[in-house]
T-cell receptor, first 110, second 113 residues
Framework: GIQVEQSPPDLILQEGANSTLRCNFS?????LQWFHQNPWGQLINLFY???GTKQNGRLSATTVATERYSLLYISSSQTTDSGVYFC????????????FGKGTLLTVNP | SAVISQKPSRDICQRGTSLTIQCQVD?????MFWYRQQPGQSLTLIAT?????????ESGFVIDKFPISRPNLTFSTLTVSNMSPEDSSIYLC??????????FGAGTRLSVL
């Protein structure tokens, strides 16, 4: 099956800093989503981005499907951005099932 | 986006017992899935809940341990049977329509003593 690798595994920032999270995948994808898992375990949809670039406030994402990677940018980080960021992909023939990366644990200190 | 209600939000159970988790969606959806997230780990798909037919299980998961029902397009249950401490995890349901965004419920935190 498709492989999903996220980097870095852990990231510690000071409030106000910017960061880039990366997601590499091993095959072409029909669906790519970025999620934020908050401390209570809730998975919050950030972006549906199988290709192209999207922005939502301080967050933006870019997927370069031909090169099989996606980037999540967080600008002017806040303590509430802390949590685990997951990239999940759906490849052709997977019957719409998502395969998750191992996530990036982000800690934003005040 | 779909609104997903998952119950219970958390539970503490004794080994050898079973727990049924409910997932209710506020609209009809084509796809419903159940995931497990073990402590400190990523999400792993347990099965696809098929409306009106048996669920489709992923490798490593079996119906006897994780029976699933999906009587209609808005509701599904996952039962964790004959629990052991290794079953302590967060269990999440997700919903989606073919080719589009998947949304997740808030999850059920299960601790087995």
């Amino acid at each position: 099956g498709i492989q999903v690798e996220q980097s870095p595994p852990d990231l510690i920032l000071q409030e106000g800093a910017n960061s880039t999270l990366r997601c590499n995948f091993s095959d072409s994808v029909n669906n790519l989503q970025w999620f934020h898992q908050n401390p209570w375990g809730q998975l919050i949809n950030l972006f549906y981005i199988p290709s192209g670039t999207k922005q939502n406030g301080r967050l933006s994402a870019t997927t370069v499907a031909t090169e099989r990677y996606s980037l999540l940018y967080i600008s002017s980080s806040q303590t509430t951005d802390s949590g685990v960021y997951f990239c999940a992909v759906e490849s052709g023939g997977s019957n719409y099932k998502l395969t998750f990366g191992k996530g990036t644990l982000l800690t934003v200190n005040p | 986006s779909a609104v997903i209600s998952q119950k219970p939000s958390r539970d503490i159970c004794q080994r050898g017992t079973s727990l049924t988790i409910q997932c209710q969606v506020d609209s009809q959806v084509t796809m419903m899935f159940w995931y497990r997230q073990q402590p400190g780990q990523s999400l792993t798909l347990i099965a696809t809940a098929n409306q009106g037919s048996e669920a489709t299980y992923e490798s490593g998961f079996v119906i006897d341990k994780f029976p699933i029902s999906r009587p209609n397009l808005t509701f599904s249950t996952l039962t964790v049977s004959n629990m052991s401490p290794e079953d302590s995890s967060i269990y999440l349901c997700s919903v989606g329509d073919r080719g589009y965004i998947q949304y997740f419920g808030a999850g059920t935190r299960l601790s087995v003593l």
